[in-house]
């Protein structure tokens, strides 16, 4: 059974940056793949950034350039560096890991991932 436990949410101004943290059972993220989505209220959740355990990354539109996520297997901690924050970047971040999806378009599908941790709340002030 995989476990996830999200942190480093805050509340931060326009601009700024955060580090999100999900730490993973051993092995995890070597072995799924892992994503960070999020969920505003009132809105469906969305896949953000993916890696798959070779480390290959894919992005949504809306934080290419903005936000990177990345591994550190030998710690089993998945990371999320989000800079130049936006006030509609404000929502629940959850890591998520689930068996490499057969097709790219599907990395970001939220469905596609069966293990969630409990989130992280991050909010974006103007």
């Known amino acids: 059974e995989v476990h996830l436990v999200e942190s480093g949410g805050g509340s931060v101004q326009a601009g700024g940056s955060l580090r999100l943290s999900c730490a993973t059972s051993?092995?995890?993220?070597?072995?799924?793949?892992m994503g960070w989505f999020r969920q505003a209220p009132g809105k469906e959740r969305e896949g953000v950034a993916s890696?798959?355990?070779?480390?290959?990354?894919r992005y949504a539109d809306n934080v290419k350039g903005r936000f990177t996520i990345s591994k550190d297997t030998a710690t089993n901690t998945l990371y999320f560096q989000m800079n130049n924050l936006k006030p509609e970047d404000t929502a629940m971040y959850y890591c998520?890991?689930?068996?490499?999806?057969?097709?790219?378009?599907?990395?970001?599908?939220?469905?596609?991932?069966?293990?969630w941790g409990q989130g992280t709340q991050v909010t974006v002030s103007s």
């Open positions: 998520a890991a689930g068996r490499k999806p057969a097709l790219l378009d599907w990395w970001l599908q939220p469905g596609r991932y069966n293990s």
């Open positions: 051993p092995g995890t993220s070597s072995n799924y793949q």
């Open positions: 890696i798959d355990p070779y480390g290959a990354t």
